[in-house]
């Protein structure tokens, strides 16, 4: 079986509402979808959601990665020699997580297809479904608790409050929330790097009574020792996201003893492969991991479901992405009940791009 045509194209798709976070404020999300086709009867499908702030990517310069990189080196080649092939798109393209996880994911999702199997079977298969946390931006308390009701409403039970601007407002939020709706349902909270050790410190204290199960990225990226300062400091599970992106992050934040979770996301730790090495690492420390997106189709959220599926010491899901996305190609690519995620049962991710839809990309 050999490589013989590949396909890529841009969706852009606009969110119902603009959300905002620590750093910047997020109305659309452009994606690259893949489609590997081979000299057989079967075809890999991916896409990736490149961002400059996360990755240091831009759709357009994945896009010319894959016309400089990709083509050529799978063209004419066996997908099934998976782990050869990233090592050598690595070599030629240097740290491009957002493309080499596009490559990844579809490699998978073709191996898993040529199996006749999902692909979480393929990478473990330890559970067959997991909870998800939906996510709520940063808005005024009124806000927070209606956007709160209706994922109520719609079964939900986790929510993931995003903060980091102003620490009085994040506090209120939080107490709001558990004066309105009591404690049947888990609440997360995620500061995306606004805080500094003194403020993240202060939330938790003024937070303590409202049952906080998980303190994501409190503090800046490059300072990787305030989480352990932080972590050694309060009782709750302190996670960290921006810190985290790649096997050497991971080994430092493990070795130092700087944080109870990894939040590993596939586009930006450069896919499943990468993404195993990360949770062998977080086993051999004890620490728990939780699957993340960014702004991903059903497509790419399905990648990190069978992903999450896989192992047992990932507890958590955080795929909610896909849910605020308007003109979806994949939208049907993964199953939500009542808050729990589901894969397609059909082999590889489940899903096939029966209609391509191209932009252009700005």
Same mark, same amino acid.
Request: proline residues 5%.
């Given at each position: 079986?050999?490589?013989?045509?590949?396909?890529?194209? /841009?969706?852009?798709?606009?969110?119902?509402?603009?959300?905002?976070?620590?750093?910047?404020?997020?109305?659309?999300?452009?994606?690259?979808?893949?489609?590997?086709?081979?000299?057989?009867?079967?075809?890999?499908?991916?896409? /990736?959601?490149?961002?400059?702030?996360?990755?240091?990517?831009?759709?357009?310069?994945?896009?010319?990665?894959?016309?400089?990189?990709?083509?050529?080196?799978?063209?004419?080649?066996?997908?099934?020699?998976?782990?050869?092939?990233?090592?050598?798109?690595?070599?030629?393209?240097?740290?491009?997580?957002?493309?080499?996880?596009?490559?990844?994911?579809?490699?998978?999702? @073709?191996?898993?297809?040529?199996?006749?199997?999902?692909?979480?079977?393929?990478?473990?298969?330890?559970?067959?479904?997991?909870?998800?946390?939906?996510?709520?931006?940063?808005?005024?308390?009124?806000? /927070? @608790?209606?956007?709160?009701?209706?994922?109520?409403?719609?079964?939900? &039970?986790?929510?993931?409050?995003?903060?980091?601007?102003?620490?009085?407002?994040?506090?209120?939020?939080?107490?709001?929330?558990?004066?309105?709706?009591?404690?049947?349902?888990?609440?997360?909270?995620?500061?995306?790097?606004?805080?500094?050790?003194?403020?993240?410190?202060?939330?938790?204290?003024?937070?303590?009574?409202?049952?906080?199960?998980?303190?994501?990225?409190?503090?800046?990226?490059?300072?990787?020792? @305030?989480?352990?300062?932080?972590?050694?400091?309060?009782?709750?599970?302190?996670?960290?996201?921006?810190?985290?992106?790649?096997?050497?992050?991971?080994?430092?934040?493990?070795?130092?003893?700087?944080?109870?979770?990894?939040?590993?996301?596939?586009?930006?730790?450069?896919?499943?492969?990468?993404? @195993?090495?990360?949770?062998?690492?977080?086993?051999?420390?004890?620490?728990?991991?939780?699957?993340?997106?960014?702004?991903? &189709?059903?497509?790419?959220?399905?990648?990190?479901?069978?992903?999450?599926?896989?192992?047992?010491?990932?507890?958590?899901?955080?795929?909610?992405?896909?849910?605020?996305?308007?003109?979806?190609?994949?939208?049907?690519?993964?199953?939500?009940?009542?808050?729990?995620?589901?894969?397609?049962?059909?082999?590889?991710?489940?899903?096939?791009?029966?209609?391509?839809?191209?932009?252009?990309?700005?």
């Amino acid at each position: 079986m050999k490589i013989k045509r590949i396909e890529y194209w /841009t969706v852009e798709m606009p969110l119902v509402e603009p959300y905002r976070i620590a750093y910047e404020t997020v109305d659309k999300a452009t994606n690259i979808f893949l489609r590997l086709e081979t000299d057989g009867p079967h075809c890999g499908f991916a896409c /990736t959601a490149p961002d400059l702030e996360v990755t240091g990517e831009t759709p357009r310069s994945v896009l010319s990665g894959l016309e400089k990189y990709v083509v050529p080196l799978l063209v004419g080649e066996d997908p099934l020699r998976i782990y050869m092939h990233l090592e050598k798109l690595k070599e030629l393209a240097g740290r491009k997580p957002a493309l080499i996880a596009l490559v990844d994911i579809a490699l998978h999702d @073709l191996l898993a297809r040529v199996a006749g199997l999902p692909l979480y079977r393929i990478l473990g298969g330890y559970r067959q479904c997991i909870p998800t946390s939906v996510t709520i931006g940063i808005l005024p308390w009124q806000e /927070t @608790l209606a956007r709160a009701e209706k994922w109520f409403s719609a079964g939900f &039970s986790i929510l993931k409050i995003k903060g980091g601007v102003e620490l009085e407002e994040d506090i209120e939020r939080i107490r709001k929330l558990r004066e309105r709706f009591g404690n049947e349902f888990e609440l997360r909270f995620d500061a995306n790097q606004g805080y500094s050790k003194e403020e993240a410190l202060r939330f938790f204290r003024e937070t303590e009574s409202c049952q906080v199960a998980i303190f994501e990225q409190p503090t800046p990226r490059a300072q990787q020792d @305030l989480l352990g300062e932080i972590t050694h400091s309060v009782p709750l599970r302190i996670m960290a996201d921006e810190s985290i992106s790649d096997l050497l992050d991971a080994f430092h934040l493990a070795r130092n003893d700087w944080v109870d979770m990894l939040n590993i996301k596939l586009i930006k730790v450069g896919g499943i492969a990468e993404g @195993l090495r990360i949770l062998s690492v977080a086993k051999a420390a004890k620490l728990e991991a939780m699957v993340g997106c960014l702004d991903e &189709s059903g497509l790419g959220i399905a990648a990190g479901l069978h992903f999450a599926l896989s192992r047992p010491h990932i507890t958590c899901a955080d795929l909610d992405g896909h849910l605020d996305l308007l003109d979806d190609p994949a939208a049907e690519a993964v199953l939500i009940r009542k808050g729990i995620m589901y894969p397609q049962d059909q082999p590889g991710l489940g899903f096939v791009l029966e209609k391509r839809r191209s932009f252009p990309v700005a």
